[in-house]
C-alpha cells in the first residue's frame, strides 16, 4: 500500500542518504492502481527543509525496488516547500512585563513551529495556536493571529508563493492539492507579536 511505501522510505538506512520528510500517494484513477507516488524533503546544514537531491532520490528508488510488489510503479517526487511567518497580538493580565509574556508566547510558537513537529500536507489549526498561547502565563486574550507567506529565492526563502488567505477555512489554513509542507524558515525572524489595549 501507499503507507508501506511510506514507511520503507522513512526507514531507508542512513549510508544511503536521509529522507527528512515524505508523504505517499495513490494518484488520480486514471493513472493505474500500481502506482504510488512519494513526495520528499531534505534538510540543509541548517536543519532547513530543502529538495532532495537527484543522487538521494534515485538511491531511495534502489532501495525501495527490492520491496515492489510485481506491476507496482513508484514515482518519487518533490513536495512544495512554503515558508511563513507568524504574527500576533495578544492583551497582557494587568501588572505583568509585556515583555516578559511576548517572550514566552514566542518561544512557546517557536516550539510549535520547530520543523521537526511538522509533516507534509499538514494543515495549520489557528485555533490550536490560539488555546497555545492562551494558556502562557500572562496572557489574557489572543487579539489576533496572522499568517503571511514568505517567498523569494534572494531572501533564502522557497521560490513557491501560496494564498494563505484562500487556503483558509475558518481556523484552518489548508496545504494545496499537490503536497507541500509549511516551514517557519528563520523563526527568530519570523514570529513577531506585540501587545495592545482594550
Not at 43 to 52: G, R
Not at 103 to 116: A, K, M, S, V
Not at 133 to 147: E, F
Request: hydrophobic share 35%.
Amino acid at each position: 500500500t501507499a503507507d508501506d511505501y511510506l514507511v520503507r522510505t522513512l526507514s531507508m538506512p542512513p549510508k544511503f542518504g536521509i529522507i527528512s520528510k515524505a508523504y505517499s500517494q495513490k494518484p488520480k484513477a486514471n493513472e493505474g492502481n500500481n502506482t504510488v507516488d512519494i513526495y520528499v524533503l531534505g534538510y540543509n546544514a541548517n536543519k532547513n527543509l530543502t529538495t532532495a537531491s537527484s543522487t538521494l532520490k534515485n538511491n531511495l528508488k534502489t532501495y525501495l525496488n527490492q520491496y515492489r510488489m510485481i506491476g507496482d510503479s513508484v514515482g518519487i517526487k518533490d513536495a512544495f516547500i512554503i515558508n511563513i511567518a507568524v504574527n500576533f497580538e495578544i492583551i497582557t493580565v494587568p501588572n505583568f512585563n509585556n515583555n516578559q509574556v511576548l517572550t514566552r508566547c514566542i518561544n512557546e510558537l517557536r516550539t510549535y513551529f520547530n520543523i521537526d513537529n511538522w509533516q507534509i500536507n499538514q494543515p495549520i489549526l489557528l485555533r490550536d495556536i490560539e488555546l497555545l498561547l492562551d494558556r502562557v502565563r500572562g496572557v489574557q486574550t489572543v487579539q489576533s493571529i496572522t499568517i503571511t507567506n514568505k517567498t523569494g529565492v534572494s531572501s533564502g526563502y522557497s521560490q513557491y508563493a501560496y494564498d494563505i488567505s484562500g487556503a483558509t477555512q475558518g481556523k484552518l489554513i489548508y496545504p494545496s492539492i499537490d503536497p507541500c509542507i509549511f516551514e517557519v524558515k528563520y523563526p527568530e525572524l519570523d514570529i513577531k507579536g506585540r501587545t495592545v489595549t482594550i
